[in-house]
């Protein structure tokens, strides 16, 4: 009968301490103090790994204006190694840019004026434009409608063969565009935007 009385006691006593206690009871479990440290730790290491990559992406960019120049909020690269269109873009891509695309005539200048000093046995480069995906309808490298133009009129560009699909500009010709099948192997102009 001891034996019985025990176990009961006990579980009366703990029952009046918790209604005693006036909170009402935890259904989650509490994190121990190590375990916030950890994830306060853990938060703050992703923060320096996100900067650290942050800073090695600005100071390859810094690299790139270097070599280039800084014009419009970008930076401009002149390559020249020729390379298909696609190659060319892909290699921009990979060194954390684009294809150049001019956004107006001031821009065009700029490029055709540092492509012309950088590469002066050159005439033609890849810029980011093409009507690859629809005849006529110009897109830059995002697949976003181009709005400005720089045709050369006096060469009946674009010849809108469905063969041309991709944008050249001509140094020789004054920084006018005109398309050109995208096989075709061409220095080119990578773009990077400064942060």
């Not at 006691?9 to 009402?24: E, I, K, M, W």
């Not at 990559?53 to 020729?82: D, F, W």
């Not at 695309?101 to 055709?112: F, G, H, I």
């Not at 093409?130 to 045709?151: C, H, L, R, T």
Request: net charge positive; glycine share 4%; proline share 5%.
């Amino acid at each position: 009968m001891a034996r019985l009385v025990l176990p009961f006691f006990l579980v009366l006593c703990l029952s009046s301490l918790h209604q005693s206690s006036g909170r009402p009871p935890r259904t989650r479990k509490a994190l121990s103090p190590r375990q916030t440290d950890e994830d306060d730790f853990k938060s703050q290491l992703e923060k320096l790994w996100l900067e650290v990559n942050s800073l090695k992406e600005m100071q390859a960019l810094q690299t790139v204006c270097l070599r280039g120049i800084k014009a419009h909020r970008k930076c401009y690269l002149t390559i020249e190694e020729p390379k298909h269109y696609h190659e060319a873009n892909e290699d921009c891509i990979a060194q954390g840019g684009t294809l150049a695309t001019p956004r107006d005539l001031s821009e065009n200048s700029e490029l055709r004026d540092y492509a012309k000093r950088s590469a002066p046995a050159s005439k033609d480069f890849w810029i980011g434009v093409a009507d690859i995906v629809k005849e006529g309808q110009y897109v830059d490298v995002n697949s976003m409608p181009v709005g400005f133009f720089n045709w050369d009129r006096t060469k009946k560009q674009p010849t809108g063969t469905k063969r041309e699909s991709c944008v050249v500009l001509s140094v020789a010709a004054q920084g006018k565009w005109y398309d050109e099948v995208c096989r075709s192997q061409k220095k080119y102009i990578c773009e990077y935007l400064i942060p």
